[in-house]
């Protein structure tokens, strides 16, 4: 396993729509620990395939956070929304890509997913509560969306502002 660098916002690459993986593989199966593994390190509870420069419907996630609670890493192919609760739930998120800032975004209080999990098969789940935040801000990841993009322009603006100052201090060293 090994820990892949994070794409930094504004990177081209974040704002793409990712092509469908055509099947599981061995490759898959190292991108996916791979992931798992760049997200525990950073640290994070999720981290989707095009944060690590792959543009396929991949994503990773365990919002496990209780001290001394097993981990629950998922990992999730293809995934899509089949169904989102009318209530909604209003999160402080934060992403990997975007490194400390944050901001609140509302989305629905539950979902229930499809994906394929890395035996291949079809899997159905209801996430809610964090896991459901999490589920839909990494599902937008593949659609080429940041949390950023449900905010309002001039607040999104001044994100971005703020990454392009991080990204050239970084460059300079």
């Not at 794409?7 to 199966?29: Q, T």
């Not at 989305?107 to 994906?115: A, D, I, L, N, Y």
Request: hydrophobic residues 40%; proline residues 7%; aromatic residues 4%.
């Amino acid at each position: 396993m090994s820990i892949k660098p994070i794409l930094i916002h504004p990177d081209p690459r974040l704002k793409k729509l990712c092509a469908p993986i055509e099947g599981v593989s061995p490759e898959i199966g190292k991108l996916a620990e791979d992931m798992l593994e760049t997200m525990y390190d950073a640290p994070g509870v999720g981290l989707a395939a095009p944060q690590v420069g792959v543009l396929k419907r991949l994503f990773v996630m365990d919002c496990v956070k209780e001290e001394g609670a097993e981990p629950r890493p998922m990992v999730l192919i293809n995934p899509e929304i089949i169904a989102a609760s009318e209530e909604m739930n209003t999160y402080e998120e934060g992403c990997l890509s975007i490194p400390e800032q944050y901001a609140e975004v509302t989305r629905p209080r539950s979902v229930t997913m499809r994906w394929i999990g890395l035996d291949g098969k079809l899997q159905e789940a209801e996430f809610d509560g964090l896991w459901a935040t999490c589920a839909q801000h990494e599902l937008d990841h593949l659609n080429g969306k940041l949390f950023i993009d449900h905010l309002g322009a001039i607040k999104r603006g001044m994100i971005t502002r703020k990454m392009v100052k991080l990204k050239r201090d970084q460059a300079r060293g």
